[in-house]
């Protein structure tokens, strides 16, 4: 029997009404525009903005995972598309053509919970990791190559861990006397008994597991370069609306938006011109204590929202 692995659309409500509203009230023919929702997921938001469009809207979706591919082919509305791609594609959408902007950077239950994901240490299942399972090295096979080196820059730089040398030399190590690692539990073991210390209520290889998931899908390059594009795909007055999960995507969300939030001048040439804002910032919002309740993978979400100003460049 195929097991069914369910998942909870964080922010779904206050995600879908940031594209939409204003102060509470629908834009002026919001129901008409094009939207894009550039990590469809298990469809959650997609499902909630396609019951915001009238016949003339349009609904635009990528992910990179083949799963969450296959489970949009159950969407039969003429109004809908996915795209098998990672959102740093949204630079192909033409310019200016796209009402309102949502990027939910959160990994879905589904793969976390289905062990041959290899995404959680939590159940045993193949060291993969990949968000698209039709190509690129996994985390497994990068493992069996990489140096010390290596492996400690990527968990400190994606996991923030303060033991990344040690697990990195333990890792090592590990290859060489017993060969390379192939299920998560022999990682997560591994990292458990080289981290001593570890926060309350935190298991030891969260920070590892993040920081090689975060490498091997080039996620934070990737959310960059969406970033940049939307500012192209945006048309005026269009709205951006960006769900992360942990403080390094929160930051480069945040600094981008504070970036293009104010004019720019140019030191060197004092009298030109500045730059012009290209977006204003709308705030942030977290999950109510409800929601947090119902689906605790919630409680570390962050959506910041912010809209196009001015004319496109």
């Known amino acids: 029997m195929e097991t069914t692995w369910n998942h909870a659309t964080v922010l779904l409500n206050e995600a879908v009404d940031a594209l939409f509203n204003d102060g509470g009230q629908p834009y002026p023919d919001a129901a008409d525009g094009t939207y894009v929702d550039a990590t469809f997921g298990r469809g959650g938001h997609s499902r909630l903005i396609l019951s915001r469009l009238s016949p003339a809207g349009r609904l635009i979706a990528f992910d990179k995972d083949p799963q969450a591919v296959a489970e949009a082919a159950s969407i039969v509305d003429p109004r809908f598309s996915i795209r ?4 740093a594609n949204l630079g192909e959408l033409p310019a200016g053509s ?5 990027m939910d950077l959160g990994v879905s239950s589904p793969q976390i919970d289905n062990p041959e994901r290899g995404f959680s240490f939590r159940f045993e299942g193949p ?4 968000m698209d399972t039709t190509r690129g090295e996994s985390v497994a096979q ?6 010390v080196n290596q492996i400690t820059e990527v968990i400190r730089e994606y996991g923030e861990e303060r ?4 697990i990195a030399k333990a890792i090592v190590a590990r290859r060489q006397e017993r060969g390379p690692f192939s299920t998560t539990t022999e990682l997560a073991q591994l990292v458990a008994d080289t981290v001593k210390t570890r926060e309350p209520g935190k298991d030891p290889a969260t920070r590892t597991f993040q920081a090689f998931r975060i490498f091997i899908n080039a996620e934070l390059e990737e959310l960059q370069q969406a970033l940049e594009a939307s500012l192209n795909v945006l ?22 938006i504070a970036k293009h939030s104010r004019e720019e001048y140019d030191r060197r040439a004092p009298f030109a011109a500045p730059k012009v804002m290209q977006l204003k910032s709308l705030g942030r919002i977290k999950p109510g204590d409800e929601e947090v309740k119902g689906n605790p993978r919630s409680r570390s979400a962050i959506m910041r929202v912010a809209q196009r100003v001015g004319a496109l460049s």
């Open 235 to 256: 048309q005026p007055g269009g709205r951006l609306a960006v769900i992360s999960f942990h403080s390094l995507e929160d930051r480069i969300v945040k600094q981008f």
């Open 98 to 102: 796209v009402s309102g902007l949502l």
């Open 142 to 147: 990068w493992l069996a190559t990489a140096e």
């Open 163 to 166: 033991f990344a040398g040690a």
């Open 84 to 87: 098998h791609q990672g959102f």
């Open 127 to 130: 060291l993969d990791m990949r």
